[in-house]
Nanobody
């Protein structure tokens, strides 16, 4: 499975961005995948931002709850992260991840920079 994340960029604090992650080359059914977004800043570990299960249940890091929304479109093999009310501390490289059973796939990151 190849994952391609896109949608990062430079935005002012209080602004919005929408990240997308596309899955391709999969021998698995997209609807069978659990998806998640993770953020990494230099010198720190990669942290979970949000995840969405195959049934559509969502989970968010406390720092983004109420501001970010994760969603999926199984028909298109896509996952999204709508980020509103962005803060400087949201800055980082965002990675998408998909999991099917014991298989674990990561995409290349997309950089989000929030200026204060």
């Amino acid at each position: 499975v190849q994952l391609q994340a896109s949608g990062g960029g430079l935005v002012q604090a209080g602004g919005s961005l929408r990240l997308s992650c596309a899955a391709s080359g999969s021998i698995f059914t997209v609807r069978d995948m659990g998806w998640s977004w993770h953020r990494q800043v230099p010198g720190k570990q990669r942290d979970l931002v949000a995840d969405i299960t195959t049934s559509g249940s969502t989970n968010y890091a406390a720092s983004v709850k109420g501001r970010f929304t994760i969603s999926r479109d199984n028909t298109k093999g896509m996952m999204y992260l709508q980020m509103n009310s962005l803060k400087a501390e949201d800055t980082g490289v965002y990675y998408c991840r998909s999991r099917v059973g014991t298989q674990d796939f990561w995409g290349r990151g997309t950089l989000v920079t929030v200026s204060s």
